[in-house]
């Protein structure tokens, strides 16, 4: 069945920096556009980044652009999130998700606290 595992989150100070993985199975992941989320205790989802199926087109929100690169590598069956110069305010839950069929993932925990 599709499964999509995130891992890499933790606590971070201001400023530094976090690898997110998605990694996913179960179905051919060059196929499939994906995308990352995140999403804040009482606030709606928000997409982060969004990937096409061969990696060469991308798109980011305002709030991340020129920070966070979205990346893959549908060899290893992994979707990357790299997010520097990082903020309180991206203080949240990350998802992978895929939008056919709309897959999630369980989510990472991302703190930014000094």
């Known amino acids: 069945q599709v499964q999509l595992v995130e891992s890499g989150g933790g606590l971070v100070q201001p400023g530094g920096s976090l690898r997110l993985t998605c990694a996913a199975s179960?179905?051919?992941?060059?196929?499939?556009?994906m995308r990352w989320y995140r999403q804040v205790p009482g606030k709606e989802r928000e997409l982060v980044a969004a990937?096409?199926?061969?990696?060469?087109?991308?798109s980011y929100s305002d709030s991340v652009k020129g920070r966070f690169t979205i990346s893959r590598d549908n060899a290893k069956n992994t979707v990357y999130l790299q997010m520097n110069s990082l903020k309180p305010e991206d203080t949240a839950v990350y998802y992978c998700n895929r939008p056919i069929m709309d897959y999630w993932g369980k989510g990472t925990l991302v703190t930014v606290s000094a």
């Open positions: 179960g179905f051919s992941l060059s196929l499939h556009s």
């Open positions: 990937i096409n199926n061969v990696g060469d087109i991308t």
